[in-house]
């Protein structure tokens, strides 16, 4: 079975500056999607960023950025420019492809808690 | 456009009590999916329906049934409330393509007394 662990349960960053959440996962299956989600105070799962593990490429969405290490089963989240609305739990999460029903069930860690602090 | 809608968003139970959770998306997705989350964990997998007409089990089945109504309501049922089932309820929705992300519903806070 696929797992997902985040070892760190709360990580703080000073408003403007930089941060990265680590992610490690287990799988036996070449080929899955990784994706980080953040859930504010309100509740609301928002998806932040995901990754194909077929590409070499490191995903990137506007202050949001991934270092994947495929053979590490490694799977970290950069935060640049900090701002106080990216205060949230995160989730990493792991979906496998095998086509079919086995689309879409995603396997979540455990999350980290960000405090940004002005 | 609402997205993924649930409701209620908050209910208290007393064990023993059935009660089912609502859950309807429109954006036109083949599937949807039932998580739980439990504090300190993440979300865990209940049930998914890839399609209408199908559901299957995820990691966490035991205790709950479902129902996919129709292409965009899928429901969760306790049928007997236990203590346990004390969570934080999300329905996701999603299309069955690659690479496949899931929609979020803004959650129920089940409390089971």
Request: with cysteine; hydrophobic share 30%; proline share 4%.
């Given at each position: 079975?696929?797992?997902?662990t985040?070892?760190?349960p709360e990580?703080?960053?000073?408003?403007?500056?930089?941060?990265?959440?680590?992610?490690?996962?287990?799988?036996?299956?070449?080929?899955?999607?990784?994706?980080w989600?953040k859930?504010?105070?309100?509740?609301?799962?928002?998806?932040?960023?995901?990754?194909?593990?077929?590409?070499?490429?490191n995903?990137?969405?506007?202050?949001?950025?991934?270092?994947?290490q495929?053979?590490?089963?490694?799977?970290?989240?950069?935060?640049?420019d900090?701002?106080?609305g990216?205060?949230?739990?995160?989730f990493?999460a792991?979906?496998r492809?095998?086509?079919g029903?086995?689309?879409?069930?995603?396997?979540?860690?455990?999350?980290?808690?960000l405090?940004?602090?002005? | 456009?609402?997205?993924?809608?649930?409701?209620?968003?908050?209910?208290?139970?007393?064990?023993?009590?059935?009660?089912?959770?609502?859950?309807?998306?429109d954006?036109?997705?083949?599937s949807?999916y039932?998580?739980?989350q439990d504090?300190?964990?993440?979300?865990?997998?209940?049930?998914?329906?890839?399609?209408?007409?199908?559901?299957?089990?995820?990691?966490?089945?035991?205790?709950?049934?479902?129902?996919?109504l129709?292409?965009?309501e899928?429901?969760?049922?306790?049928?007997?409330?236990?203590?346990?089932q004390t969570?934080?309820?999300?329905?996701?929705?999603?299309?069955?393509?690659?690479?496949?992300?899931?929609?979020?519903?803004p959650?129920t806070?089940?409390?089971?007394?």
């Amino acid at each position: 079975a696929q797992t997902v662990t985040q070892s760190q349960p709360e990580m703080s960053v000073q408003e403007a500056e930089t941060v990265t959440l680590s992610c490690t996962y287990d799988t036996s299956e070449s080929d899955y999607y990784l994706f980080w989600y953040k859930q504010p105070p309100s509740r609301q799962m928002i998806l932040v960023i995901r990754q194909e593990a077929y590409k070499q490429q490191n995903a990137t969405e506007n202050r949001f950025s991934v270092n994947f290490q495929k053979a590490a089963k490694s799977f970290s989240l950069k935060i640049s420019d900090s701002q106080l609305g990216d205060a949230a739990m995160y989730f990493c999460a792991y979906s496998r492809n095998a086509g079919g029903t086995s689309y879409g069930k995603l396997t979540f860690g455990q999350g980290t808690i960000l405090t940004v602090h002005p | 456009n609402a997205g993924v809608t649930q409701t209620p968003k908050f209910q208290v139970l007393k064990t023993g009590q059935s009660m089912t959770l609502q859950c309807a998306q429109d954006m036109n997705h083949n599937s949807m999916y039932w998580y739980r989350q439990d504090p300190g964990m993440g979300l865990r997998l209940i049930y998914y329906s890839a399609s209408e007409g199908t559901t299957d089990k995820g990691e966490v089945p035991n205790g709950y049934n479902v129902s996919r109504l129709n292409k965009r309501e899928f429901s969760l049922r306790l049928e007997s409330a236990a203590p346990s089932q004390t969570s934080v309820y999300f329905c996701a929705s999603s299309e069955l393509r690659s690479p496949d992300t899931q929609y979020f519903g803004p959650g129920t806070r089940l409390t089971v007394l």
